[in-house]
């Protein structure tokens, strides 16, 4: 189909697009790579009247040290995340995942920022920003605030983004030497979204002290799963505890159910791609 008549606009900086959208208003729509919004203004799924791309805005991409943190900026694309030294560095997943979603003008063009304000339940980065423990940066004309990833994703599609906000930048602690994190998934073949992704992160030598494990695909929206965290909690580094622990895995979660795959087979493949993500950090 062809979409329905709209206006593009292209602002120059953050505080133009913030100027933009409050003008517009619910007219508006933000455009950053538009591998989400674009199909669904091809569909009429979405119309907006005005269209705000925010791709070409040089202050919100890049990758950054800082100190404790390190900064992804929001238009940062999938591939420079894949190919960056310092996520490679400090966060391994996020580096995998990088490489794992869509082909390769999907990681050219598509930003970070696009798929966690999209939210979509099979998109990659919303777990990775569970497990990674990550904070999002949100910025209004009445100025910034900080949101844990764990009050951002609020449901099928839905953020605690607000009318007239920008996800500026993404900002991650550096996890603790020694720690290992992988992600893994059971991709679905023409999109290479995730019918189950499995993201996971360890701390320790010998026993373990700190997990983080999050899942994308299985829910409504990501989410931590604690059975999963306490199963490993103090536990020893070994085949063992990671099969028991990953036996755990979407225990009294509400699994989705769709032409893909069933709640049950989703159940089962949330298993295996905890063990295999958990056995993969070994």
Same mark, same amino acid.
């Given at each position: 189909?062809?979409?329905?008549?709209?206006?593009?606009?292209?602002?120059?900086?953050?505080?133009?697009?913030?100027?933009?959208?409050?003008?517009?208003?619910?007219?508006?729509?933000?455009?950053?790579?538009?591998?989400?919004?674009?199909?669904?203004?091809?569909?009429?799924?979405?119309?907006?009247? @005005? #269209?705000?791309?925010? =791709?070409?805005?040089? +202050?919100?991409? %890049?990758?950054?040290?800082?100190?404790?943190?390190? &900064? !992804? $900026?929001?238009?940062?694309?999938?591939?420079?995340?894949?190919?960056?030294?310092?996520?490679?560095? @400090? #966060?391994?997943?996020? =580096?995998?995942?990088? +490489?794992?979603? %869509?082909?390769?003008?999907?990681?050219?063009?598509? &930003? !970070? $920022?696009?798929?966690?304000?999209?939210?979509?339940?099979?998109?990659?980065?919303?777990?990775?920003?569970?497990?990674?423990?990550?904070?999002?940066?949100?910025?209004?004309?009445?100025?910034?605030?900080?949101?844990?990833?764990?009050?951002?994703?609020?449901?099928?599609?839905?953020?605690?983004?607000?009318?007239?906000?920008?996800?500026?930048?993404?900002?991650?602690?550096?996890?603790?030497?020694?720690?290992?994190?992988?992600?893994?998934?059971?991709?679905?073949?023409?999109?290479?979204?995730?019918?189950?992704?499995?993201?996971?992160?360890?701390?320790?030598?010998?026993?373990?002290?700190?997990?983080?494990?999050?899942?994308?695909?299985?829910?409504?929206?990501?989410?931590?799963?604690?059975?999963?965290?306490?199963?490993?909690?103090?536990?020893?580094?070994?085949?063992?505890?990671?099969?028991?622990?990953?036996?755990?895995?979407?225990?009294?979660?509400?699994?989705?159910?769709?032409?893909?795959?069933?709640?049950?087979?989703?159940?089962?493949?949330?298993?295996?791609?905890?063990?295999?993500?958990?056995?993969?950090?070994?």
């Amino acid at each position: 189909m062809i979409p329905a008549q709209v206006e593009y606009y292209r602002p120059n900086n953050v505080k133009e697009a913030l100027e933009m959208l409050q003008k517009f208003g619910d007219d508006a729509k933000l455009l950053a790579g538009g591998h989400s919004l674009i199909p669904a203004m091809r569909l009429r799924l979405s119309t907006p009247s @005005h #269209l705000v791309d925010i =791709a070409g805005i040089p +202050n919100l991409g %890049g990758i950054s040290d800082d100190g404790d943190y390190v &900064t !992804i $900026g929001a238009g940062a694309k999938h591939s420079e995340i894949a190919n960056s030294y310092l996520i490679g560095e @400090h #966060l391994t997943m996020l =580096a995998e995942a990088g +490489n794992m979603i %869509g082909d390769v003008q999907v990681r050219n063009f598509g &930003t !970070i $920022g696009g798929s966690l304000a999209h939210a979509d339940p099979a998109a990659d980065w919303p777990a990775l920003m569970l497990a990674s423990d990550a904070v999002m940066v949100v910025e209004s004309l009445s100025g910034k605030r900080e949101v844990p990833a764990a009050d951002f994703f609020q449901g099928l599609f839905t953020t605690d983004l607000n009318d007239g906000e920008i996800l500026t930048e993404i900002r991650i602690p550096k996890p603790p030497k020694g720690t290992r994190s992988t992600y893994q998934k059971f991709v679905q073949p023409a999109s290479r979204f995730a019918i189950v992704g499995c993201a996971a992160m360890i701390s320790g030598t010998d026993t373990i002290y700190n997990s983080r494990v999050a899942f994308a695909g299985v829910s409504a929206k990501p989410f931590r799963d604690k059975g999963v965290e306490d199963a490993l909690a103090g536990k020893s580094i070994n085949e063992v505890t990671f099969a028991d622990a990953a036996n755990k895995a979407a225990e009294g979660v509400s699994v989705m159910s769709d032409h893909f795959a069933s709640e049950k087979y989703r159940k089962n493949l949330a298993k295996v791609y905890t063990k295999r993500a958990l056995m993969k950090l070994l």
